[in-house]
C-alpha cells in the first residue's frame, strides 16, 4: 500500500530534518527531498531517518527541477531558504511552486513562513526585515490565492502556513544574530553574555527545532482543520534576561544580558563583519531592492523591541498552541533542562556544547556566515 509522498524544499536546512523526521519516523509518511547536493553531510543524514526518504537532485531556481521533483507528490512542505537565494528570489519561487503545486495535483501545501513583520508593525520602515517580509507577502499570497480559488473546478488542494521565528537553538550557537561570548565580570570570573539590542522590555518569540517537526506533523495529519490557517508557533516570548538567568540556573555558570545600542552591536557584534553584505548570498547588492545584513537585522532587532510580553508588534496564540501540542516547550528554562539533559548523554554540558558550538544553520555548513 502506498502511503502520501511529501516533496520538501529546504529538507536539508535546521529546521527540514526535524520536520522530515517528524514525518517519516513511523512510516506514515514518505519525502522527497529537493537538494542541490545529494553527497552533502545533510543529506545523507536524511536517508538514516527511513527508507521513506528519497533525495531528488536539483534547484529551486530550475522550473523542470520543480516540476519533476513535484511529479505524483501527495503534499508539499516549502521552506525557501531566503538567505540563499535572497528576499526577490524567493518571492517569485514561491509563487511558481504554488502554481506547479495546482496544476500537478497536489494535495496540502505547507508553507514555512516568518512573520511580516512590516504590515504587523503597520508599515513603520523600522520593522523592514527583508528576510521575514519575503516570506510574510507570500503567506498572505497564498492564503488570498487559496481563498479566491476554493470551489473552483481545476482546485483541488489544502493551504496551511506555518509560521515560525528565530529557534531557541540560535541562542547558544555560533554565526546567529544572538550569539553570547564569554567575557570576564568584575571579579575576573567567565560569563557567558548575549550583548543584543533588544532591550528590557523586548522579547524575541523563540521556537524550538523539535516543537517544529510536531507542527507540521499536525498540519499533514488534520488538512480539514488545518486548510486556510496560519499557525503561528513559538515556546514563549523570551525576554533575554530571563533567558540568561535561565541558562545559569541550569549550568551553574555566571551569564547575563547586557543590552547593547546599535552603534555597539554593528561595530563588534556577531554579524558586524558583513554588516554592507547583501542579505542574501546569491542577491545582487547592485540592485536597490536588496538589504544588506545591517539594514535587515536592524529591522529584526526593532520587532523584537517592540514585541514584550506579547503585547506588541509580533504575537503568539498560547492557548491555542497548548490545545495543538499538549506536550509542547513552554519556557526558555525548560529548553535548557531539555538541552542540558541531552548534552549529558553526548558526554558533554550544555555549556561546553556551546563553547564547541559551530553553529545549527545549513549556512555555517556551506562555510558561509550570515
Known amino acids: 500500500m502506498s502511503i502520501p509522498k511529501v516533496f520538501v524544499i529546504g529538507g536539508t536546512g535546521a529546521q527540514g530534518i ?25 543529506a545523507k543524514e536524511l536517508l538514516l531517518l527511513s527508507p521513506n526518504v528519497e533525495l531528488f537532485c536539483g534547484t529551486l531556481t530550475s522550473e ?8 505524483g507528490c501527495d503534499g508539499a512542505f516549502i521552506n525557501i531558504d531566503g538567505f540563499t537565494v535572497g528576499e526577490k528570489a524567493e518571492m517569485f519561487w514561491t509563487m511558481r511552486v504554488y502554481e506547479l ?39 498572505d499570497w497564498l492564503l488570498h490565492q ?11 488542494m489544502k493551504v496551511a502556513v506555518f509560521t515560525t521565528g528565530p529557534y531557541i537553538e540560535m541562542a547558544v550557537a555560533a554565526g546567529t544574530p544572538m ?18 539590542p533588544l532591550t528590557e522590555k523586548g522579547a524575541v518569540v523563540h521556537v524550538s527545532l523539535a516543537d517544529c517537526a510536531f507542527y507540521v506533523r499536525w498540519l499533514f495529519d488534520h488538512p480539514e482543520r488545518a486548510d486556510g490557517m496560519d499557525l503561528e508557533v513559538a515556546i514563549e516570548h523570551v525576554h533575554y534576561t530571563e533567558l540568561a538567568a535561565a541558562f545559569q540556573k541550569v549550568t551553574g555558570h555566571k551569564a ?33 531592492g536588496t538589504m544588506n545584513v545591517k539594514d535587515n537585522f536592524t ?36 529548553f535548557f533542562r531539555q538541552e542540558e539533559t541531552r548534552a ?14 559551530k553553529g545549527i544553520l545549513k549556512l555555517h555548513e556551506d562555510k558561509i556566515k550570515l
Open 299 to 334: 529591522g529584526f532587532w526593532n520587532l523584537w523591541r517592540d514585541s514584550g510580553r506579547n503585547e506588541g508588534v509580533i504575537r503568539r496564540d498560547y492557548a491555542l498552541l497548548d490545545e495543538i501540542h499538549p506536550e509542547r516547550i513552554r519556557s526558555v528554562g525548560e
Open 101 to 139: 503545486a495546482v496544476e500537478l495535483g497536489v494535495s496540502i501545501f505547507v508553507f514555512g513562513n516568518l512573520d511580516y513583520g512590516l504590515r504587523k508593525g503597520g508599515y513603520d520602515p523600522k520593522y523592514r526585515t527583508g528576510h521575514y517580509d519575503g516570506k510574510g507577502r507570500m503567506a
Open 18 to 42: 526535524p520536520v522530515i523526521r517528524g514525518l517519516v519516523t513511523d512510516g506514515k509518511y514518505a519525502a522527497k527531498v529537493l537538494t542541490r547536493d545529494p553527497d552533502s553531510r545533510r
Open 64 to 71: 523542470a527541477d520543480l516540476r519533476n521533483g513535484m511529479e
Open 146 to 156: 487559496h481563498s479566491v480559488n476554493r470551489g473552483k473546478p481545476f482546485y483541488h
Open 179 to 196: 550569539t553570547p561570548r564569554f567575557e570576564q565580570d568584575e571579579k575576573g570570573e567567565d560569563v557567558v553574555v548575549w550583548r543584543v
Open 344 to 357: 549529558r548523554a553526548e558526554g558533554l554540558s550544555l555549556l561546553e556544547r556551546l563553547v564547541k558550538s
Open 256 to 288: 547575563r544580558f547586557i543590552d547593547t545600542s546599535f552603534e555597539e552591536y554593528w561595530a563588534s557584534g556577531p554579524l558586524s563583519a558583513r554588516a554592507v553584505k547583501a542579505a542574501g548570498v546569491d542577491a545582487d547588492m547592485t540592485d536597490p
